[in-house]
């Protein structure tokens, strides 16, 4: 017989897991008297502390609950400085200070490399921020059926917390979503029913540049913006127009796909163009609704300073850019190198690379749209041997049979941009073989107050 009356524990945090929330494992006997193992997820805690909790259905073998009194807390908590932490899933670790986060994420990245046989005292200490709030370029937030704009509720994706703030985005960026939060209400506008699959509004994307001061508001709904809706499409254009001049790029696009992402079957500029500029290391870039481009611009600076100090890149030497995206790191490396060669799987991606090395007045480079394994064969045939080698994968990382190709390739010299640890430490594996040493590790903080953490490397050819 199984009891699914709640209990009240006692429970102590041995770890995180990888989304940052506490485990513990509490014994208890069932109505046979027999000792089973509880393994208990429990957010907002941290390693050591005790906390009191209910579990409802305890005879499962495990159950996520939230803590309800803190018992022993651990040195670094301190209180969250957002309203919304306990209930939205933007952020996991506001109850941390921010030197504890920095250690775990250096411990982290340790751990990984550990596991692959790697030297841990190759990495440094994590970069983190002088100012760890208000650095996300660009956000994504999302409708509930009622028309309330926000974030999802942590752990529940049918669940919208609506927001009166959000202290990692920009502050003029925040402004701008409520405003149209607001523009909604006054219209009464619905949201998107998932489950349904009913309702007008279903996401608005804002991004800015920090630079340049540009903002684009990028409102997806499932139809166009005319007919019975033309009075308040005209009211938001006014709106914006009126409070935010910043705002270069204001965008309505029609999704009608049951997938739940920012994706657009028809685009219409509701005023202004369809992209921003923005700029880093001094070269400027277009930003359409979907293009890649490091959202925290502060600490992006530092991968490409990073990227360029262990590349030790040289004027006669060829580059090639694995995963280049739009440029990031192509345009800053072309003007150190003889020329460069950037491979990347998304045409849209390269053809903006080959726009902004245009705008900058860059002509060494090259770039191809293919897979990264073939791409690779491709550019080495008309290329030849790279001296420098950069890549900054995906967070599934390069895999097995693009790592063992750039082996085969013997660059000199291969820089390693990462933004998971796990996936990075089991593709550099790969490389041994070929006879290739890993020098240096610097975990940089692009995420302050979540687990995310990057990481910038250099791998050397032995001689």
Not at 323 to 350: H, M, Q, W
Request: proline share 5%; glycine share 6%.
């Amino acid at each position: 017989m199984t009891t699914t009356k709640p209990e009240i524990m006692i429970a102590e945090i041995s770890h995180l897991d990888e989304k940052g929330s506490g485990q513990a494992a509490v014994w208890r006997e069932n109505e046979e008297g027999r000792k089973k193992k509880l393994k208990l997820t429990i957010p907002q805690t941290l390693p050591g502390e005790k906390v009191r909790v209910t579990v409802d259905q305890p005879d499962r073998k495990r159950r996520k609950v939230m803590p309800e009194e803190i018992l022993e807390s651990h040195e670094h908590r301190i209180e969250s400085a957002c309203p919304h932490f306990e209930k939205c899933g933007g952020c996991v670790w506001q109850h941390w200070n921010y030197n504890g986060q920095l250690q775990q994420k250096t411990t982290y990245v340790k751990s990984v490399l550990e596991a692959q046989g790697f030297d841990t005292s190759l990495v440094r200490d994590t970069m983190g921020m002088e100012n760890p709030w208000h650095y996300r370029n660009k956000m994504e937030f999302t409708f509930s059926p009622e028309g309330e704009l926000g974030l999802h509720e942590q752990g529940n994706f049918r669940k919208i917390i609506s927001l009166e703030t959000c202290l990692i985005a920009g502050e003029k960026m925040v402004e701008a979503a409520m405003e149209v939060a607001t523009w909604a209400k006054d219209h009464q506008l619905k949201g998107y029913n998932k489950d349904r699959h009913e309702g007008l509004l279903r996401h608005l994307m804002v991004r800015q540049s920090f630079v340049t001061g540009e903002i684009m508001l990028a409102l997806f709904a499932t139809e166009a913006p005319e007919n019975n809706l033309q009075t308040a499409v005209d009211d938001l254009v006014k709106r914006i127009g009126d409070k935010f001049p910043e705002v270069k790029s204001l965008m309505w696009l029609e999704n009608t796909d049951w997938a739940d992402r920012t994706q657009s079957e028809k685009s219409h500029i509701l005023s202004g163009r369809d992209f921003i500029y923005d700029e880093m290391d001094g070269y400027r870039f277009r930003l359409w609704f979907d293009t890649f481009f490091q959202t925290n611009p502060t600490q992006a600076q530092k991968l490409v300073d990073l990227a360029v100090e262990f590349g030790e890149p040289k004027k006669d030497e060829k580059m090639i850019d694995l995963f280049c995206g739009v440029g990031t790191f192509s345009l800053p490396f072309a003007s150190r190198v003889e020329k460069l060669a950037g491979i990347e799987i998304v045409e849209t991606s390269i053809e903006s690379a080959k726009r902004n090395a245009k705008d900058n007045g860059l002509e060494n480079t090259y770039f191809l749209a293919k897979d990264a394994r073939k791409g690779i064969d491709e550019v080495l045939e008309s290329f030849g041997t790279p001296e420098l080698l950069l890549l900054d994968p995906p967070r599934s990382g390069a895999g097995g049979k693009v790592m063992r190709r750039i082996g085969r390739s013997q660059p000199e010299r291969i820089v390693y941009v990462s933004c998971n640890p796990d996936t990075f430490a089991t593709d550099i594996k790969e490389l041994e073989p070929f006879g290739y040493t890993l020098k240096v590790v610097q975990p940089v903080d692009l995420f302050p107050h979540t687990v995310h953490v990057e990481a910038v490397a250099l791998l050397e050819r032995n001689k």
